[in-house]
């Protein structure tokens, strides 16, 4: 692929990319076959997989993003996915990116000073030790969902929503979870999103 398909994922989720953005977008690229692979936060083999699979995937979760969220936290960032790219796509929105490790808290606020992010703060915190709430809560990968669902669901505001993102074969299901199949062309494998409303 001559380039990546971001602005095409973007679009998908009804936002467009700036050519800033995707510069942006590359750096951060960069940053994660380098520094994030030497520490350990992205394994060696997922590097030809960086474009699509980590940072086009992350891109997704954007179609829960309106113009107007104040705030989105991203729980078990890891190396800053899928809040980094969310945050180069939505300026005006702040993440809080949130993980147990302190390893990979320092590694996030180096790159989100690498990156110049004025709209990321990172919190090095254990989700069952958060206080708050929050509209919006993305997450990929990080804990089982019918384990986290407990733990999530008080976290969210009246008529807030958590999307989990995973590597799952075949279409998830889990109790109090809403599966979405992502309907885009320009990923390299199927993918489901789960969504859960607090009622």
């Known amino acids: 692929m001559e380039h ?7 679009e998908s989720t009804g936002f467009s990319l700036e050519e800033s953005q995707i510069e942006r977008l590359v750096k951060y690229r960069d940053w994660l076959a380098t520094e994030a692979v030497k520490t350990g936060a992205i394994g060696p083999e997922e590097t030809t997989r960086l474009d699509i699979r ?10 829960f993003i309106a113009d107007d969220t104040p705030e ?12 980094i790219p969310l945050s180069i796509l939505h300026p005006e929105t702040q ?4 993980d147990r490790s302190e390893r990979r808290v320092d590694l996030m606020r180096r790159v989100t000073r690498v990156l ?6 990172v919190a090095h915190v254990d989700i069952s030790d958060l206080d708050g709430s929050v509209g919006l809560i993305v997450s990929r990968a ?7 669902y407990p733990l999530v669901e008080p976290l969210l505001s009246p008529d807030g929503t958590a999307v989990f993102g995973g590597s799952w074969s075949s279409r998830p299901h889990h109790r109090g979870w809403e599966t979405v199949e992502v309907g885009t062309e320009v990923l ?8 859960m409303r607090r009622r």
């Open 54 to 63: 980590h940072i086009g995937d992350s891109l997704l979760f954007s179609r």
């Open 95 to 98: 993440f809080v990116l949130i």
């Open 72 to 83: 989105v936290w991203d729980l078990g960032s890891g190396a800053g996915l899928p809040g």
């Open 4 to 10: 990546p398909p971001w602005s095409e994922i973007a």
């Open 142 to 148: 990080t804990i089982p969902p019918d384990r986290a």
């Open 188 to 195: 390299d494998q199927p993918v489901w999103l789960l969504i």
């Open 116 to 121: 110049e992010l004025e709209n990321v703060e």
